[in-house]
């Protein structure tokens, strides 16, 4: 895959959502800046938190609903739509690359959380089409992010239950330093956005949580059973290792970045 030797997996637990979008932002900025080492990184949310896209308008969020209810509001330094942090376990990828398209490395990114999956039992796929985004864009569900699968976005019996979103930084040597996180869903929690979403009809928050019910599973559903975090964060690791055959280096907490 690359640099074999030099990877970092880290697992930062259940942290607040500024806490976990600066940290990725700082992984990544260590690396343009060649202080850093490429890494895949797991970690929670406390609390639950509503992360939104970089050029999404934190007035599709219902600021008072989520503060309310004690839920963090974060903007991500990646594209995407919102996403409701809850039942789930949070990766992100960290690494440099030449002349490696968007596409291609979700690719390689996917591959290893198939592989993931597979140690913990779930009989999952990648997506292969690409929907309509200016059409979903203007629809009832725009703002969520789990409403619609991207191409290699990752699904179990034609639901999601992996969603990402990437990206990248140049380098002074041209090469890019990717960032790419994603949520792996370990419960129905996420399924809660359409609380913290404004919209101008009921009818219309009632429109998204019948299509999340949908077109959305998580690993509790497809598994019958409870995976916990640090089950889900060793299968991660596992699974990375297996699909791209890379030893990491686990950091343990007095080695991290921020403290």
Not at 161 to 169: D, K, L, M, P, T
Not at 200 to 209: H, Q
Not at 244 to 249: C, G, H, K, L, T
Request: hydrophobic share 35%; net charge negative; glycine share 6%.
């Amino acid at each position: 895959m690359t640099d074999t030797n030099m990877w970092k997996f880290d697992n930062t637990g259940l942290r607040t959502g500024v806490f976990n979008m600066e940290y990725d932002r700082q992984l990544a900025q260590r690396l343009v800046q060649e202080k850093g080492r490429p890494t895949v990184r797991v970690y929670g949310w406390q609390p639950w938190a509503v992360s939104y896209g970089w050029n999404q308008s934190p007035d599709e969020i219902d600021t008072i609903a989520a503060q309310t209810n004690d839920v963090d509001l974060v903007r991500r330094p990646t594209g995407g739509r919102a996403i409701l942090h809850a039942d789930e376990l949070t990766y992100s990828v960290v690494m440099r690359v030449r002349q490696k398209s968007i596409s291609t490395v979700y690719e390689e990114i996917s591959r290893a959380l198939l592989a993931a999956l597979a140690l913990l039992g779930a009989d999952a796929a990648i997506e292969k089409t690409q929907p309509n985004f200016p059409a979903l864009y203007r629809s009832h569900s725009a703002a969520a992010c789990f409403s619609s699968a991207g191409r290699y976005e990752i699904k179990c019996r034609g639901k999601k239950i992996i969603g990402s979103a990437q990206r990248r930084y140049g380098t002074e040597d041209g090469e890019e330093v990717v960032l790419q996180h994603g949520s792996l869903l370990l419960g129905p929690g996420h399924k809660k956005i359409a609380d913290f979403l404004s919209f101008s009809t009921e009818s219309d928050r009632n429109a998204l949580r019948l299509e999340l019910e949908e077109k959305t599973t998580d690993l509790s559903t497809e598994l019958h059973r409870t995976v916990a975090f640090d089950e889900a964060a060793d299968a991660v690791r596992r699974g990375f290792e297996l699909a791209w055959d890379i030893q990491f280096e686990i950091i343990h907490e007095h080695q991290k970045v921020h403290e």
